[in-house]
């Protein structure tokens, strides 16, 4: 962890708004989503939402964070790449409170496993759920 | 034949026989009016939303309500498990029968009244404090958090409501003089200026009391807007919760029974009783007038305001009405008494 | 001894006694099956958790099953009163990223049927609101209206709710005149109701004592959940996606964001209600603006396939922001479609917003969030 910079901004490139319909995104380390998501915060950005997509064939799942600006309008895409054998990433509720429900419903869909997340319990799904609909392995 | 009629009409005319006939008579007045009143209430719902109500059953759908009550009394009567079955089934009763009761001391005309009670007045207050308690145990005794906590909200806006109310009551028997209602209503005789509500120069805020008196109708009668016991839709069907078939459609009974005796009251109290403004009708017919005037100004009210919560309910009664009653009382007594010591 | 401190009472300490009350799934104020499990203390609600799920019909699995177009009729389920901002959302996702042109005279069309969605759905929110509140009589008089805007959409869609209108590149089919003439006599009618539900309702003294300084919600607690829409109107932030992320022929037509600071339940209130008048306005540009012209844009493909990668599109629905994220790997069929969808991040600020507030409070606070559970759970 760097001590000088604690919340070292993610490395955000900018993308063709009209094509993508974000304005900016970044790929970071799963263990920097947290800074990351940090200073999003600090920026004044509220969280829009977060998801998971498998890439089955390249045995990776993805968590893209997206986050909307209320009062400068800009859209930023934060994402995290985790091997599909092992999906653990640290959460981002003590930073969002808002994120409590989004990983909740990343993790019933996809099974990923948010590191110290208060309550994993199935969001959607039925409290005896133990299976994850959108892995592309996932046959009923 | 002559000789039998006048024969049984002697035998009517002696007590305990004209009473029991009058309280069979106001049974049937009472189950007519919780049935019809529901048409009136549904029929007016209707109306004041842009559409006709009940009309499939009977002409009108005024066999609506006929429909209603074999429905009801075709359900079984739930006893929930764990429940004081004892105090369950009493609830019900101990709801119907005091209104039963007040009602025999209303003087509906011209000598006719159940019962000649020179403590008319005191009587329908005494029975009308058991309606409340029979609620609570019908909730308790069902032992269902729902009815539980609207019970206990019920109780609470009761008793505030019961304080303005008796304030306003002990003012008009100040400015009356007495608690029979049959001279109340004697002393209203003449044209409609010597009504009660018009009574300016004994209690200069008589219109203020009438409507004081109306409110706590409202309350005491668990009405909306006040009506945080029951149809609340926050806690289903509120302190009836459990109760299915009859038992609920009792409870309907002495609601509607209550509105009556509540307007039937006002009317005595305020409108002049029987007596006509211009002459016309026979005097049972201008009591009904006005009092069904009321009940159809109660059930106006009901569809068109939304509910208050509930401390502001509490709020009204304890820092706004309870003062101005005290005030209209404390008035009263000294446009009564002072000129007399003065003299 | 003097000077030794007393140990309190036992009594003193005692924790305080709480009960559970489990509010739903089917409940006359949860509109839709939802479940609150509130820990009461006597009146006051100490702790509110939703429970969500019990409509669950994984839309976002269904879109890795169909074509483009065969998930267009899923757009319209779900929000279903708002169904013509999701469709759009969707349609132009698709369109953003083929880059297809669609001509002027649908995006019109576009826009006026949209606002007149939004109309409706505000109408269904304000009858229903005040259901809760106890004015059973106004959800009457909003169906009222609401029945002259279901007429006019399905004389064009054939639809009254579940409207699946828009293609990729236009229309489905043009308007008529039938349409045109019937909306302009909309909006006459429309705006001397609005002045009598202004005064019948909105100035009602139990009204506003039943919604004023009621469940306050602050524009932060709105930032950190991501609540949008009237609710983050309603907390003083004026966030549009219209003039945030304009889209459409939005930036052609003029109207106001109605923002009110209180952030109380009156406020979101307003919001909704001023932004009935503003629709009313939208439209009534649109309709003097609209072209004429083809509905439907010129060569799009039967079988549309996306380039790989992803791309989002975001429209300003009844409730909030709605945002559509399609990951393609160049097939005919989606490889993910994820729908934020804005009643699941304004519900989940409830919990929150709504300790210590008496239970009245809170679901006065519910309805004032304007939620459609099949948005939150999809």
Redesign the interface.
């Known amino acids: 962890m760097n001590e000088t910079v604690p919340n070292p901004a993610p490395p955000l490139q900018a993308v063709d708004y009209?094509?993508?319909?974000?304005h900016l995104e970044a790929m970071v380390a799963p263990d920097q989503v947290v800074p990351a998501a940090r200073a999003m915060d600090e920026q004044?950005f509220?969280?829009?939402?977060i998801?998971g997509?498998?890439w089955l064939a390249q045995e990776q799942m993805e968590v893209?964070y997206?986050y909307?600006h209320?009062?400068r309008?800009l859209?930023t895409v934060v994402r995290a790449r985790i091997p599909r054998d092992q999906p653990e990433i640290p959460t981002i509720s003590g930073v969002?409170?808002?994120a409590?429900?989004?990983e909740r419903e990343t993790h019933d869909?996809f099974g990923i496993r948010f590191l110290e997340h208060p309550d994993l319990s199935?969001?959607?799904?039925?409290e005896d759920a133990d299976f994850h609909?959108?892995r592309k392995d996932y046959t009923a | 034949m002559n000789a039998l009629a006048s024969n049984a009409a002697a035998f009517l005319d002696a007590e305990p026989w004209r009473l029991l006939v009058w309280l069979a008579a106001l049974l049937g007045f009472v189950a007519l009016n919780a049935a019809y009143l529901v048409w009136v209430e549904r029929k007016s719902?209707g109306r004041?939303?842009?559409?006709p109500g009940p009309t499939e059953v009977g002409p009108a759908g005024l066999l609506q309500p006929v429909a209603d009550g074999l429905k009801l009394m075709a359900k079984q009567l739930v006893v929930p498990a764990g429940a004081d079955s004892a105090l369950f089934r009493a609830a019900p009763l101990m709801v119907i029968a005091p209104v039963l009761m007040g009602l025999a001391v209303i003087p509906f005309g011209r000598g006719l009244a159940a019962l000649d009670l020179n403590v008319g007045l005191l009587m329908i207050f005494a029975l009308g404090s058991i309606n409340v308690m029979a609620i609570m145990l019908g909730a308790w005794a069902s032992r269902n958090?729902?009815s539980l906590?609207a019970a206990g909200r019920m109780v609470s806006q009761n008793i505030a409501y019961e304080i303005p109310m008796l304030l306003v009551v002990t003012t008009m028997a100040m400015v009356t003089g007495t608690l029979d209602l049959n001279q109340i209503v004697a002393q209203q005789a003449g044209a409609f200026w010597h009504w009660n509500l018009f009574r300016l120069w004994v209690n200069p805020l008589m219109p203020v009391t009438f409507l004081i008196y109306y409110a706590c109708m409202l309350a005491e009668t668990n009405r909306?807007?006040f009506?945080m016991a029951e149809?609340?839709?926050?806690l289903?069907a509120g302190a009836y919760t459990e109760y299915a078939g009859m038992g609920f459609g009792v409870f309907f009974m002495a609601e509607y029974a209550n509105i009556v005796l509540g307007c039937s009251l006002a009317t005595v109290l305020f409108l002049g009783g029987w007596h006509s403004p211009f002459g016309l009708l026979p005097g049972l017919a201008w009591f009904l007038l006005k009092m069904y005037f009321l009940v159809f100004s109660v059930i106006w009210v009901r569809?068109?305001?939304?509910?208050?919560?509930?401390?502001?309910l509490l709020n009204l009664s304890w820092k706004i009405l309870i003062p101005v009653s005290l005030l209209t009382l404390i008035l009263s007594a000294a446009i009564i008494k002072i000129p007399k010591a003065l003299s | 001894m003097v000077g030794a401190p007393i140990a309190p009472h036992p009594a003193a300490i005692a924790p305080k006694e709480t009960?559970v009350?489990n509010?739903g799934p089917q409940?006359?104020?949860t509109h839709g099956v939802l479940r609150i499990k509130m820990t009461m203390d006597g009146?006051y609600v100490d702790r509110a958790e939703p429970v969500?799920?019990y409509i669950?019909r994984?839309h976002?699995?269904m879109g890795?099953n169909r074509t483009y177009a065969q998930f267009l009729p899923n757009t319209g389920r779900i929000d279903y009163l708002s169904a013509m901002h999701y469709t759009h959302a969707f349609v132009s996702?698709v369109e953003?990223?083929a880059g297809i042109q669609v001509p002027p005279r649908a995006e019109f069309i576009r826009v006026i049927t949209s606002e007149l969605n939004r109309i409706s759905s505000h109408l269904v929110w304000w009858g229903a609101f005040?259901?809760?509140?106890?004015?059973?009589?106004p959800?009457?008089?909003a169906f009222?209206d609401r029945e002259r805007i279901l007429d006019l959409l399905e004389g064009i869609t054939g639809a009254r709710l579940t409207y699946c209108y828009y293609r990729f590149g236009g229309l489905c089919n043009d308007v008529d005149d039938t349409f045109l003439e019937g909306t302009r006599q909309f909006i006459a009618k429309m705006r001397p109701r609005l002045k009598m539900y202004r005064a019948l309702v909105t100035d009602?003294i139990?009204?506003r004592?039943?919604l004023i300084g009621i469940g306050p919600i602050s524009a932060e607690l709105?930032?950190?959940?991501?609540?949008t829409g009237p609710v983050?109107r309603g907390s003083g932030?004026t966030?549009d996606v219209r003039?945030?992320?304009p889209y459409s022929v939005y930036p052609e037509l003029e109207f106001d964001v109605p923002t009110f600071p209180e952030g109380d339940s009156m406020a979101r209130y307003l919001v909704r209600m001023e932004e009935l008048a503003q629709s009313l306005r939208i439209i009534e540009q649109a309709l003097g603006k609209l072209p004429s012209g083809p509905v439907m844009a010129e060569k799009v493909p039967r079988v549309l396939k996306l380039p790989a990668?992803?791309?989002?599109?975001?429209v300003e629905a009844a409730r909030g922001?709605f945002?559509v994220?399609v990951?393609s790997d160049n097939k005919e069929v989606p490889?993910?479609v994820?729908l934020?969808t804005p009643c699941?991040?304004n519900l989940?600020?409830f919990e929150?917003a709504s300790r210590g507030l008496?239970?009245?409070?809170a679901?006065a606070l519910l309805g004032s969030l304007d939620l459609v559970i099949p948005d939150i759970?999809?």
């Open positions: 009209r094509l993508k319909g974000y004044g509220s969280l829009d939402t998801t997509v498998d893209v997206d909307f209320p009062a309008g859209r969002f409170p808002g409590n429900w989004h869909f199935p969001f959607l799904l039925p609909p959108l | 719902a004041f939303q842009r559409r958090k729902y906590m909306a807007p009506d149809a609340e839709s926050e289903v569809w068109t305001f939304p509910r208050t919560q509930f401390y502001v | 009960f009350l509010l409940h006359p104020a009146e969500c799920g669950h994984m976002e699995k890795e996702v953003r990223a005040l259901l809760d509140l106890g004015g059973f009589t959800l009457l008089y009222e009602n139990i009204l004592k039943r709105c930032r950190r959940y991501g609540a983050l932030v966030y003039k945030a992320e990668g992803d791309f989002c599109f975001a922001r945002m994220r990951v490889y993910r994820k934020r699941l991040s989940s600020l929150e008496f239970l009245a409070d679901l759970d999809r």
